[in-house]
């Protein structure tokens, strides 16, 4: 298991003991369903709410540099904070999930992967690790390699398995339509 899992895992057992649903995303998500590569933080969404914060922060406090103030006020805006790991600098970035029913479907649709012999943890499904990275790469005004190769990884190993209509769906509702349409033309080329 590679140290940003064992950082992210540190975060995400908390989550369970508080019975706050969660999954993995982003790129630690893109490199378990597609091509492997480094990152320097992991996306976890997560249904926490203010009655969690205290033991949460409680609990993590002394590995991770982590503000309850900052978790408030994600929650009320439904947008993110951090965590940074004190012995490797690693960040953990939690996102609170909007009223939208992406969102939604996320948490409904995360997968339980095994991360080593004797430990599972979920993770986002490929086909919202796809459609969540058109998102930022839209965001991110569509620049970023980075995505792009990520997107186009999952796309390659997981090929016929994705579910197409599901990901149309989803890509239509966020008005990225035009993205997967372009990035499947890509991968299948």
């Known amino acids: 298991m590679n140290d940003d899992i064992s950082v ?3 975060v995400v057992r ?6 706050v649903p969660y999954l993995i995303g982003g790129s630690l ?24 914060v205290d033991e949460f922060v409680a609990a993590l406090e002394a590995d991770f540099y982590v503000s ?6 994600a929650i009320s805006r439904c947008s993110s904070f951090n965590l940074i790991d004190y012995s490797t600098g690693f960040k953990v970035d939690i996102f609170i999930p909007r009223n939208r029913n992406f ?13 080593s012999d004797d430990d599972m943890a979920f993770f986002a499904s490929p086909e ?11 965001a991110g005004e569509e620049v970023s390699d980075r995505q792009w190769n990520d997107i186009s990884g999952v796309i390659k ?25 372009r990035v499947l033309e890509q991968a299948g080329d």
């Open 103 to 115: 969102d939604r479907m996320q948490l409904s649709n995360r997968v339980q992967i095994a991360v």
């Open 157 to 181: 190993l997981q090929g016929a398995n994705l579910n197409l209509e599901y990901m149309q769906d989803r890509a239509k509702e966020l008005g990225i339509s035009d993205l997967l349409d």
């Open 29 to 52: 998500a893109s490199s378990t369903h597609g091509l492997a590569r480094a990152t320097a933080n992991a996306d976890i969404p997560a249904d926490l709410k203010t009655d969690h």
């Open 68 to 73: 309850k103030d900052s978790a408030l006020q």
């Open 128 to 138: 919202d690790t796809i459609i969540a990275k058109l998102e930022w790469y839209r």
């Open 8 to 10: 992210a895992l540190k």
């Open 14 to 19: 908390v989550l369970e003991r508080l019975e």
